[in-house]
């Protein structure tokens, strides 16, 4: 078998090397890898990215040019091409014996390629008349995010518990009003040494069935991805603490105050703050009277931040402005310092991150 020489580096000779228990060649020099026919579809077939019979040629976007690269079979001159139609990285293909090579930095894309290319269509979704509506009537967002590979068995159970909870004490004025005063976070109680547990159990209580079908909904919407990247237990954990520390926040900027508050609004702020920060590729839609807009979550939750921010300046009643806050403020530094963890667990998301993504809004 004659020596294959390296498409880069040109004098380095490459080596027959198992990858994924397929026999590709490698270059130890530039690490660049060559994969004759069928090989790369065979490789990419077995490795985790949600599909087992993969066509790689058929995946690509468009050509882009001639390449200055021979392949090492054949010697005729590479193809650039996109990887994927929305994903702005180019890889050198063989016409003439199908043939990809791939440099270092390429690899872990085209590893996750089928999988990015899913994610990038369904977050490349245009909203139509459907989510139109939906929005007008509801007056919540859509959202365009990766499809959750784990079932969210926390973000479920937390949505059926506070339903449960609420439905528990509502029948009644009067037993409504015995459960916010015994479990409701009342700032003069807890500066007076009592009902120390509040600030967590407020966290099930709602004032309303509007208040709770507001606060499940952007429960739902952000748990669903972040307890498929975190974990069922972690997430329930950062979830409890957001929620814990929002009311404690609250309870110290309102000290002395004997207006007890509920709801699961700062621990859901905190879900706000990692979600912002770890799925920055997502779109949630925006309305203004009846035009929609698809935002990415920097501009959605900065518009929910200045919101908060204006109705505390001005001073608007019914509104825990402290513990939203808060919990976002939490959320924020959760997902800070969380944030390579997570990136090293998900291998789609700092490829969505990249600047190759190409996110339509």
Not at 6 to 15: N, Y
Not at 314 to 343: K, T
Request: proline content about 4%; aromatic content about 12%; glycine content about 10%.
């Amino acid at each position: 078998m004659a020596n294959k020489g390296c498409p880069v580096c040109r004098h380095s000779i490459l080596t027959p090397t198992q990858y994924h228990s397929q026999e590709i060649d490698a270059c130890y020099h530039c690490g660049g890898l060559w994969f004759e026919k069928d090989e790369m579809n065979s490789v990419l077939s077995a490795i985790d990215n949600g599909h087992d019979n993969v066509d790689f040629t058929g995946q690509l976007g468009k050509r882009s040019g001639v390449s200055q690269r021979q392949c090492p079979d054949c010697q005729k001159s590479l193809q650039h091409y996109q990887l994927l139609e929305h994903y702005d990285l180019e890889v050198d293909v063989c016409h003439g014996c199908d043939g990809v090579w791939i440099d270092r930095d390429e690899i872990a894309a085209v590893q996750q390629s089928p999988r990015l290319r899913e994610t990038l269509e369904k977050l490349n979704t245009q909203p139509n008349w459907k989510s139109w509506v939906f929005q007008f009537l509801s007056q919540m967002p859509v959202e365009y995010n990766i499809r959750p590979h784990r079932t969210p068995w926390v973000t479920w159970a937390l949505v059926l518990i506070n339903v449960l909870i609420y439905f528990s004490y509502a029948g009644s004025d009067n037993s409504m009003m015995a459960a916010i005063t015994s479990f409701g976070s009342t700032p003069a109680e807890l500066a007076n040494g009592d009902q120390w547990w509040t600030p967590l159990t407020a966290t099930f209580l709602h004032g309303s069935l509007l208040h709770l079908a507001g606060n499940m909904y952007f429960l739902w919407l952000t748990g669903d991805n972040l307890e498929d990247a975190l974990g069922h237990w972690r997430f329930l954990g950062l979830y409890l603490l957001c929620g814990l520390g929002a009311g404690l926040i609250s309870v110290l900027m309102n000290w002395n105050s004997n207006i007890p508050s509920v709801g699961a609004s700062g621990a859901i702020a905190g879900l706000f703050g990692m979600y912002m920060l770890w799925f920055r590729h997502a779109s949630l839609t925006f309305m203004i009277i009846v035009w929609q807009k698809k935002l990415s979550p920097f501009w959605y939750f900065g518009i929910w931040l200045g919101i908060n921010l204006l109705g505390m300046v001005g001073n608007e009643g019914g509104v825990d402005y402290w513990a939203h806050i808060g919990g976002f403020v939490i959320g924020i530094i959760i997902g800070l310092s969380m944030h390579r963890w997570v990136m090293a667990q998900n291998p789609l998301l700092p490829l969505l991150a990249q600047p190759q993504a190409r996110v339509l809004r």
